[in-house]
């Protein structure tokens, strides 16, 4: 059997088909690289999977039923699955490429945004997941990472076929990714379904609001014991004068037992409208603490 390669090179072919330009990214499952499709002559984001992942079989049979299925979710605001395979080294994700930047990158930018922006933001994402709960999916690893947004202004949520592969195949379990936004559902190992991956958009939309996640600690299992047994507080702590609307939103989406949830993406795209259309310019243009400067 051949060593699972996790680290090509620029100018590696991976599967006589994808030329290796350049690495963009690194995460928790996989390495990412901008890459050019030579059957189509057409840039590609390749992931590239980890060797603890690209030697499980049974992970890799279930990523490419995951990636197959994530392949007919076709909507504007999620990221296209577009090719999954394993040449005898490598085995990788074939996704759209999106140039630009990802949330993590706004919020590390920004420290904290106006209610205006972080609603107008997290929009899209909702919508995305929304088609992709009607559809029968449940991403399980929402989080500013893999929230890409394009230079053109497009916002789209990434890596479906991946995290769910991960968390229904492979001993990583349920807390992959990072666990600043993990269910505590996820957390106690029982199954995942749509309220799942709200709570995690509450969770971003807190720190997109305040500039720092609700539950911190020095290690992950810190993080984790807090989702069980604590309380997502509002984010108008750290943001005096937030509207109550935006409170309760975060406070809903973030609640501890799931039934006390919106029932799926749509269901909270449609609460998350109504607040965006009712707030003032001043309630929406509210400039919170943490907030700084753009990055120039």
């Known amino acids: 059997m051949q060593e699972h390669v996790s680290d090509p090179v620029a100018g590696t072919l991976v599967d006589n088909r994808y030329a290796v330009i350049s690495k963009l990214a690194r995460g928790g499952m996989s390495t990412v690289y901008l890459a050019v499709d030579q059957r189509l002559d057409r840039e590609v984001a390749l992931k590239v999977l980890h060797p603890h992942l690209a030697a499980d079989e049974n992970f890799l049979g279930r990523l490419g039923r995951e990636a197959k299925a994530a392949a007919r979710l076709s909507h504007p605001h999620v990221v296209g699955v577009l090719d999954q395979g394993n040449d005898g080294t490598t085995a990788y994700l074939v996704m759209e490429y999106i140039k630009g930047h990802t949330l993590r990158d706004v919020i590390r930018d920004r420290g904290a945004l106006p209610p205006r922006l972080a609603l107008a933001l997290i929009d899209p994402v909702v919508e ?3 088609a992709a709960h009607a559809a029968g999916f449940i991403h ?3 989080k500013p990472e893999n929230v890409l947004i394009a230079d053109d202004g497009r916002i789209k949520i990434g890596d479906f076929g991946l995290a769910r592969a991960v968390t229904s195949s492979t ?3 349920a807390l992959i990714g990072t666990v600043a936004y993990i269910s505590p559902e996820l957390v106690l190992g029982k199954p995942a379904d ?3 991956d709200v709570y995690s958009v509450g969770i971003m939309l807190y720190e997109m609001l305040t500039g720092r996640q ?3 600690g020095e290690v992950p299992i810190q993080v984790a014991y807090q989702h069980v047994n ?5 984010p108008s702590d750290q943001v005096p004068g937030l509207a109550g609307e935006v409170d309760e939103l975060v406070q809903w989406c ?3 037992d799931p039934e006390n949830r919106p029932v ?3 269901a909270l795209l449609q609460e998350l409208r109504h607040i965006r259309t009712h707030l003032t310019d001043a309630e929406l243009d509210l400039l919170p603490p943490a907030a700084v400067g753009p990055a120039s």
């Open 264 to 266: 799926d993406g749509n």
């Open 230 to 234: 604590g309380t997502v507080g509002p």
């Open 128 to 130: 995305g997941l929304g």
């Open 171 to 173: 001993s990583t379990g």
């Open 254 to 256: 973030t609640a501890n």
């Open 194 to 196: 749509e309220r799942s």
């Open 214 to 216: 609700p539950f911190e």
């Open 140 to 142: 399980r690893d929402v």
